[in-house]
């Protein structure tokens, strides 16, 4: 499915008149109109209200099934009417009463069904929010992880009206928990506050719908068992990642999925510091059943820019290969960029050691992914690589976008290096540029 098709399902329908009531005033109506149809008495009367509901909602996108409940109503009453010229002991009176509830039901099913096809998830679970219902009552999710990337999708999904829980723990936990979830973006003069819920620990009795796991690459063999032990089906993995594959069969009863959010920086003792692109790519493995629909009612209503790919494996193999040697350079120079902005020798060969990698990978039989570095050994790209990385060593965008989670990722780092090196080697990719500098970090890569 390609990234057309996913904004069809994400993109709402435009909704008029009546539709456009609150969901809170929807809810009200419709306790009302069952009062009024449990207590009412009258045949005329209950026809009459009946077309002045089916006229209300026909105001509100529901004309045709106004139509076709209020034809299912006259045959109902006019076959309950029947009945009471056939005299059959017992029968006539089970029918008569089966009759006389279905009547004081359709009103109810007819404005029951018109709210949930014109109201969105999102606005209702901020509408059942608001009117303090039990969370159990909404659709949850859970960012477990609260780092840069967590704390941005808990935000950001929160502000759209999702009913989102954060997994934080320690001093962290009770910083939000007593002053907020605080972001302050590093292109903005204000500092979101978002006063969300938060939990300490994941019980195996407490049910999602989504949990997305949110933690550095050597943090996430510790969650699996508090995951395999949760009802939780769907879950998300949202970072990096070169062992794609191998980790969904740890949980073979889930549903896996992978995820990248475009969005870096780092985090002090009472806020976090960040650039957040609003960008998401997710799917799942090359293979696996699509979640194309699951995604877009995740993400209905959001500001993310969503990339569906059903190919994550291809995927976040592709961007270890592409941060890794960029990781170099930030060890190369302890974490100041700046020192390489006039250094076009270093930032090519930089490139180089990308360009090994992406080889390795396409000889391996894998895609190279994003589709746009397909080409990735022509001078086009090569050039417009070298403009980033400048971009990156003259600005602040290199410490928020790779030296911040490069220097307090130190073990993520290493991790990565190990394991994408080890895929070059069963593969039999020669690599020696990417060896070059990595020899050259210096002390960092354990």
């Not at 960040?274 to 995604?295: C, F, M, P």
């Not at 990735?376 to 600005?395: I, P, Q, V």
Request: aromatic residues 10%; glycine residues 6%.
């Amino acid at each position: 499915m390609e990234e057309a098709q996913i904004k069809q399902i994400i993109e709402r329908q435009p909704l008029h008149g009546s539709a456009l009531l609150d969901p809170r005033c929807k809810i009200l109506l419709l306790v009302c109109i069952g009062f009024v149809s449990y207590f009412l008495a009258g045949e005329v009367v209950s026809l009459a209200l009946m077309l002045v509901y089916g006229l209300f909602i026909a105001f509100g996108n529901g004309g045709k099934w106004a139509v076709k409940m209020i034809v299912t109503y006259i045959i109902v009453a006019y076959l309950n009417a029947l009945l009471r010229y056939v005299q059959v002991p017992v029968l006539s009176v089970i029918m008569s009463v089966f009759g006389v509830t279905v009547l004081k039901l359709i009103p109810i099913m007819m404005i029951g069904l018109w709210i949930l096809r014109t109201t969105y998830m999102d606005d209702l679970m901020v509408a059942l929010q608001r009117m303090r219902l039990p969370q159990a009552v909404t659709i949850p999710l859970l960012v477990y992880g609260a780092g840069v990337l967590g704390c941005n999708l808990e935000r950001n999904l929160f502000h759209a009206g999702k009913d989102v829980t954060l997994l934080a723990r320690g001093n962290w936990a009770e910083e939000i928990r007593k002053n907020g979830l605080r972001i302050k973006d590093q292109f903005s003069l204000r500092t979101s506050v978002s006063n969300i819920p938060v939990v300490t620990e994941l019980a195996p009795n407490v049910r999602y719908d989504v949990i997305f796991v949110v933690l550095r690459y050597t943090q996430l063999d510790s969650a699996l068992e508090t995951l395999r032990a949760n009802q939780t089906k769907n879950i998300v993995f949202v970072g990096n990642n070169v062992q794609a594959r191998a980790l969904a069969a740890t949980l073979p009863e889930k549903n896996v999925l992978f995820a990248f959010a475009l969005s870096a920086g780092h985090r002090e003792a009472d806020r976090v510091v960040s650039i957040d692109l609003k960008k998401i790519t997710i799917g799942q493995l090359r293979g696996a059943v699509s979640n194309a629909e699951l995604i877009g009612e995740i993400f209905g209503g959001t500001k993310y820019k969503v990339v569906y790919e059903p190919n994550m494996e291809d995927y976040l193999l592709c961007h270890a290969a592409f941060v890794m040697p960029a990781a170099f350079a930030c060890y190369k120079t302890d974490g100041d960029l700046k020192k390489l902005r006039r250094n076009t020798v270093y930032l090519g060969r930089v490139i180089d050691a990308n360009i090994e990698g992406y080889r390795a990978i396409r000889n391996a039989g894998h895609d190279i992914l994003p589709k746009a570095d397909a080409d990735f050994e022509s001078e086009k790209y090569r050039k417009t690589c070298l403009r980033f990385f400048k971009l990156m060593c003259a600005t602040s965008l290199g410490k928020l976008c790779a030296s911040d989670h490069a220097m307090n990722a130190i073990d993520e780092m290493s991790a990565l290096n190990r394991d994408i090196k080890r895929f070059f080697d069963e593969n039999g990719a020669a690599y020696p540029v990417w060896q070059a500098l990595e020899a050259e970090a210096g002390r960092y890569l354990r």
